[in-house]
């Protein structure tokens, strides 16, 4: 398994977050718009596409409470990101 600090895989998301459907599917989403994903320890760390200090981060663990509460937090972090690029 990978150490922490080191970014993730959706194979290391899926084996992790398999009880938890709705968050999967906002983490892939996060990796879809260009986010990605570091070990935390007892969770992971997601990170804008503007990977210094000023970027985005939010900290998601392992056992969330309610799945679909924190899928919603997730995908509305990550669309209120204004560090995305312009295609």
């Given at each position: ?14 084996r992790h977050y398999r009880g938890y459907p709705e968050l999967l599917a906002a983490l892939r989403y996060a990796l879809d718009q260009g986010w ?52």
């Amino acid at each position: 398994d990978m150490g922490s600090g080191d970014f993730v895989t959706l194979s290391y998301l899926q084996r992790h977050y398999r009880g938890y459907p709705e968050l999967l599917a906002a983490l892939r989403y996060a990796l879809d718009q260009g986010w990605r994903v570091r070990d935390a320890g007892h969770g992971v760390a997601v990170y804008c596409q503007h990977a210094n200090r000023a970027g985005c981060r939010r900290s998601i663990p392992h056992t969330p409470a309610k799945d679909a509460n924190a899928a919603k937090r997730l995908r509305d972090y990550v669309d209120g990101c204004s560090h995305i690029e312009e295609t």
